[in-house]
């Protein structure tokens, strides 16, 4: 007895195998597929196109090697009808003697094997065999992919979570969580595929860092061009070209190959680099020790100095002769401008003057 069973794709366009004994159970759908089909000719030293027939009682589908090879014209003219091939709950069993069904089941196009881009619904033929192999890998696949995840460290576990899609953001991550999601992912193919892709990208960790700066509102996707990334505080970081279907990937790739430096300040921002290693990026005294013993006028000094010279990261900008922070106009009373007037300012104002001193350490700290 041989078994033909409809095939069941999932999402990824993926063949997944059901036991034949439980798929009425689980598949019951009825189908049926007509018995006569001009295919490729697969003979040995044949060349072009055949007819193949599943006609009762021949010993080949070939309809130039059968009895009656009128029966084309036989159809045509409506001498001879030719039942369709029924798929009953799923699937189709055909006895050891029906050699010509057997042979017309394993050459059509609705074969998965034979599949063409036109068909789109096929069947298989069960061979517990080749089944029973073939699910074995596709299980010790998923074995393989969980021991992986039960194995990444808490910081790389959030980073392929939030990269996945499988967190709406950083803020959302949980341990436990994040690997039950991702474990259940790699249950499907497509889970796997995404999996394994996102494991080996060499860009995953910029990838999080510029996904975890949106999140906490470090960047921001400009809200006149949704595919230029700038900073919160103004200024361009990054533009994606358009139709790009992943754009901070595109970011990503782009900033490690001619960014770098802005890399490395999104990285600090995020605490991802330690002071100790950004005084020895920079050669700089340790700012966290002059913090502990500086003035706030000379704080303010270092804040105005450092707004200065980096355009691209500066907070504090001019409105004609004014300093602003975000809506806030940093002057007393108007008559003092520029620095002097925001210092004066500040001084006074301890809300407005933490809220700058915390923006300026993300950068510098």
């Keep these: 007895m041989h ?28 189908w049926a597929i007509p018995s006569v089909e001009l295919i490729d000719d697969p003979r040995p030293g044949k ?31 409506g001498k001879r009808k030719l039942p369709t091939i029924a798929f009953t709950n799923g699937r189709r069993k055909v006895e050891e003697t029906n050699v010509c069904e057997y042979q017309y089941l394993k050459l059509t196009k609705f074969n998965i094997k ?23 890998e596709k299980e010790m696949k998923v074995v393989d992919l ?52 996102i494991l080996a990208d060499p860009m995953l960790e910029y990838r999080f860092d510029i996904l975890d700066a949106i999140d906490s509102g470090v960047l921001t996707w400009s809200h006149q061009n949704p595919n230029i990334l700038v900073w919160k505080a103004g200024g361009i970081v990054c533009t994606v070209p358009a139709g790009n279907k992943d754009r901070v990937q595109y970011a990503a790739q782009y900033l490690y190959n001619n960014g770098f430096d802005t890399l490395t300040t999104i990285r600090k921002m995020l605490g991802r680099v330690t002071v100790e290693e950004t005084v020895e990026e920079t050669n700089s005294v340790d700012i966290t020790n002059w913090l502990k013993s500086a003035s706030k006028e000379d704080i303010l000094d ?46 006074e104002s301890e809300k407005t003057f933490e809220d700058v001193f915390n923006i300026w350490k993300k950068y510098v700290l």
């Excluded at 034979?114 to 074995?136: G, H, M, Q």
């Design 146 to 197: 969980t021991t992986k995840i039960a194995m990444l460290d808490e910081n790389k576990l959030k980073a392929v979570t939030r990269v996945i899609g499988a967190i709406a953001k950083v803020s959302d991550f949980d341990v436990q969580s994040a690997k039950y999601k991702l474990i259940m992912s790699v249950k499907r193919v497509e889970g796997q595929r995404v999996l394994e892709e």
């Design 114 to 136: 034979n599949k063409t881009k036109r068909v789109t619904r096929t069947f298989f033929e069960y061979v517990p065999a080749e089944i029973s192999k073939e699910l074995v």
């Design 302 to 347: 270092k804040i105005f100095e450092w707004n200065k010279a980096n355009p691209d990261f500066a907070f504090l900008k001019f409105k004609g002769p004014y300093l602003y922070f975000e809506e806030i106009k940093l002057t007393k009373d108007n008559t003092l401008k520029g620095r002097e007037g925001a210092k004066e300012y500040l001084l």
């Design 47 to 77: 060349f072009g196109k055949t007819w193949i027939a599943n006609v009762p009682g021949e010993k080949t589908p070939f309809v130039d090697e059968q009895s009656n090879q009128q029966i084309l014209d036989d159809i045509r003219e």
């Design 3 to 30: 078994i033909f069973i409809i095939s069941n794709t999932n999402a990824g366009g993926t063949m997944v195998h059901r036991d034949p004994l439980l798929t009425s159970k689980r598949y019951p759908e009825n």
